[in-house]
C-alpha cells in the first residue's frame, strides 16, 4: 500500500469514528455533560407511596449537594414500574436503551427486580437497588455494576424468631403474599424462629397484590397460635392491620412482622396498629443528632414523614455520591467508582453501614413497637447482621 493510500484511509477512519460519535464525543459526554439518573420505580398500585418516599429520599441527598453530582449537574428521567414483574425488562430497557441513562435506581418490587438485574448485567449500566430485597441479586446473580442500599429479604426477619420465642411465643402461624419477597422473608423468619426452638404451625400466602385476607383471618382465629408473624408492605400491610383487628384478633394473638407491615402506614392503619412488634434496619424514633436532622429536614421539603424507604432512597443518594465525588463525576471510570463505593461508610439516619462483598448492607436490625403512631426502638436486635451472599463471585 502507498504512503498516500495509507493517510487517506486513517483520517477517513478518524472522519468516520468522529461522525458517529464514537471517538471524542463520548469521552466529552462523560466528564461535563449532565449525569443521566433514571428512576424506575412503583409510582401506582400497593407500593405506589414507597416509590415517592425513594425518590423524595434521594433527591433531598442530591438537594444537600447543590443538586450536582461529582460537580455535574443531572437530569433526571422516570419509568412507573406499576409493580409488574412481566414488563420489568421493557421497562429497565427504556432507562438504558432509550434514555441512555448513566445510573438507574430501582425498585421496589423482587419479582421487577429480576427484569432489572438482567438488563443490568447484560448493559453494565450502574444500577442502584434502593429497596427490593430478593436474594439472587447480591448472591448468585450479583454483579460489580450492580449495589444494594436497603437489605436482602431475610435479613429483616432473621432477627425476629428468637424475639418471639423470648416472649413465650412457642407456636406460630406465618402469613405473606406468595413471591420472592414474602418466601425468602419467610426463610429469616423459619431459621430464627426453629433455632430458638419455636414450631410453625402453618405457612399462608396469597398472591401480590391481594388483598383478600378475610378467609385466612378466620383459619388463624381457628388454630389459635400463640402469635402471627408476617411480611406485607404499603397499602396492603395497611388493610392487613386493619382487618386483623376487625377480625377480633388484636389483643388476643399478637401479630408481629418485618418492619415493612408498619412502615408509611401508622395513620392509614390508625389504632389497630398499636403494640405490634417488628424487626427493622431503621426506626422513626432513633435518637440520633442524625436521625433528628433528617426527619426534621425531610418533613420541610416534602410535608411528609420520612419512614424506611425514604431512608433508603436518601443512602442511595449518599453512596452514588461518595462514588461520584472519588471520580471527579467522571462515571465511566468504573473501577475506581466502583471501589470507592464497596469501601464507603453510609452516614445514614439509620445508623452507619457499610457494603458487604457482594454488595449488599451491613447493618444494625432494632426491635421496635408502635406506640403513638410512631414505630420505637426498643432495642437491638442483631448488631452488624450481613446477608451470607451465597454463590456471589464477582466477574
Ligand atoms: C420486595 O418485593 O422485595 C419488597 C417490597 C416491599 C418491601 C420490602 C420488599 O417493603
Known sequence: MSTRRLLLT??????????????????????????????????????????????????????????????????????????????????????????????????????????????????????????????????????????????????????????????????????????AAGDEAFEGFKESYTAAGGTIVKEMGLPFPNVEFQALLTEIAALKPDAVACFFAGGGAAKFIRDYAAAGLKGKIPLYGSGFLTEGVLDAAGPAAEGIVTTMHYSDSLDTPRNKKFRLDYAK??????????????????????????????????????????GATIDSPRGKWTMSKAHNPVQDIYLRVVENKENKVTGIAAKALSDSGVGCKMA
Open 10 to 179: 486513517r483520517s477517513a477512519a478518524v472522519i468516520s469514528a468522529a461522525s458517529t460519535g464514537l471517538l471524542l464525543p463520548q469521552v466529552v459526554r462523560a466528564q461535563s455533560g449532565k449525569v443521566r439518573v433514571g428512576f424506575m420505580l412503583p409510582y401506582t398500585g400497593t407500593f405506589s407511596q414507597l416509590g415517592v418516599a425513594i425518590e423524595n429520599g434521594f433527591r433531598m441527598a442530591i438537594d444537600e449537594q447543590g443538586g450536582k453530582l461529582g460537580g455535574r449537574e443531572i437530569e433526571y428521567f422516570k419509568v412507573d414500574d406499576e409493580s409488574e414483574p412481566s414488563k420489568g425488562i421493557e421497562n429497565a430497557n427504556k432507562l438504558v436503551q432509550r434514555d441512555k441513562v448513566d445510573v438507574l435506581v430501582g425498585t421496589v418490587h423482587s419479582g421487577v427486580q429480576m427484569g432489572i438485574q438482567k438488563v443490568a448485567r447484560d448493559s453494565g449500566v450502574l444500577c442502584l437497588i434502593p429497596n427490593a430485597g430478593v436474594h439472587a441479586a447480591t448472591r448468585a446473580l450479583c454483579a460489580p455494576n450492580v449495589f444494594r442500599t436497603s437489605f436482602s429479604n431475610s435479613q429483616p426477619t432473621r432477627a425476629l424468631g428468637q424475639v418471639m420465642v423470648a416472649k413465650g411465643h412457642k407456636k406460630a402461624v406465618w402469613i405473606t403474599w406468595k413471591y
Open 301 to 342: 421539603a416534602f410535608r411528609a414523614q420520612p419512614d424506611v424507604y425514604a431512608v433508603q432512597g436518601y443512602d442511595t443518594g449518599l453512596l452514588l455520591i461518595q462514588g461520584a465525588n472519588a471520580v471527579k463525576g467522571d462515571l465511566s471510570a468504573k473501577p475506581a467508582l466502583y471501589k470507592a463505593m464497596e
